[in-house]
């Protein structure tokens, strides 16, 4: 195991982990009890997440979405996880473990913490168009007008849809053919590529674009600062969470300590409060005023999580090509 059991090392925690969930609020429990902040490092992508723990960074956590957990969990990345020792794995909404990926050979690879959902979104004041959808990002008429974001992963699916791939998270080899001509118009019409959702917001409230991919938490707090935003079907679902980094260096106890202030109902409220996503744990809904969960989804896991299309790893032999296909369409705009 990757982890030893040391008192001098034990409040040593490390963390790969998105720029914005190391808020202390997410883990007060675990602050209260070590007196300090883990080390987080953050990355942009969660492939970035996964390139760095292959390079030798020694993780003790990292936050990965279920379409990260067949290659970390193939690649030696990450360990199962011991539910024993997770006081309140009893209160895990039972829709999100039973997401596939999730539990595999009897063990469970990650402990679900955030789920929901993001779609290409449009400005309603300023997009004249009677049946939104995905479409738009290729319209001629939208050209300059759109935003693409820099996860890949999340354009293959676009343009699957757009497309019309029976499957956009695994398509056909004649399904795949098709995609060179839709991302050479996803890149013609779009103004800029976005990594970080300031970047396009910033953009949004001057009116320069009007069309992106958008993330859930945005399409809600947009609106109360000036900026419409509509999102159109299919939404995009996901479940995100920690697994535990084979390559650690903190002790067993710490980890678990992190782990399980993470899944306390006040840091779900907190993260909702913050970013308007499910928690994990069922219990969390009762520390928040019914009034501010409706129109959410956060009460119904299972209807909104199939809702749309569950976003699941493309297969590997797809995902080579497809992202080969993305970088050359991209090459051919410089």
């Known amino acids: 195991m990757g982890c030893g059991e040391g ?33 987080f490092t953050f990355f942009a992508q969660a492939d970035d ?12 956590l990292v936050h990965l979405c279920v379409r990260q957990l ?30 596939r990926d ?27 168009s009677v049946n939104p959808g995905y479409e738009m990002l290729v319209d001629p008429q939208f050209k300059g007008r759109t935003a693409l974001t820099a996860d890949i992963g999340v354009n293959i ?43 396009l917001e910033q953009a949004w409230a001057a009116d320069d674009v009007a069309i992106s991919y958008v993330f859930g938490s945005a399409s809600r707090r947009m609106p109360k600062e000036g900026m419409p935003v509509q999102m159109v079907e299919p939404l995009q679902t996901w479940m995100c969470g920690l697994s535990i ?30 970013y308007g996503y499910g928690h994990a744990n069922r219990k969390t809904l009762d520390l928040i005023p ?14 909104t999580l199939e809702r749309g299309i569950f976003y699941y790893a493309i297969p590997p032999e797809k995902k080579g090509k497809l992202y080969q296909l993305w970088f050359e369409a991209q090459a051919n705009l410089d």
Do not use: C
Not at 49 to 60: E, H, V
Not at 70 to 97: F, H, M, Q
């Open 7 to 39: 008192d001098d090392v034990k409040s040593n925690l490390t963390l790969l982990e998105w720029n914005g969930y190391q808020h202390p609020q997410f883990h007060q429990e675990y602050l209260d009890k070590y007196g300090k902040a883990p080390n």
């Open 49 to 60: 997440a996964l390139k760095r723990m292959r390079a030798g960074y020694k993780a003790d």
């Open 70 to 99: 067949n290659e970390a969990r193939d690649s030696g990345l990450i360990e199962p996880i011991d539910t024993s020792r997770i006081a309140r794995w009893k209160d895990v909404e039972p829709a999100l473990l039973d997401i």
């Open 102 to 128: 999730v539990r595999v050979n009897g063990e469970y690879w990650i402990l679900p913490w955030e789920w929901g959902y993001s779609s290409i979104a449009f400005n309603p004041a300023t997009v004249p």
């Open 157 to 199: 699916v676009t343009a699957g849809v757009i497309a019309g791939w029976k499957d956009p998270l695994s398509p056909t080899e004649s399904e795949i053919a098709s995609a060179p001509t839709v991302f050479a118009k996803m890149f013609e019409n779009a103004r800029f590529v976005w990594t970080d959702s300031t970047q």
């Open 245 to 274: 980094g084979s390559t650690g260096t903190s002790s067993r106890e710490a980890i678990y300590d992190y782990l399980n202030a993470m899944l306390a109902p006040a840091s779900g409220a907190a993260m909702f409060d913050e």
């Open 290 to 303: 019914p009034e501010l969960i409706t129109g959410t989804g956060i009460d119904d896991p299972v209807g």
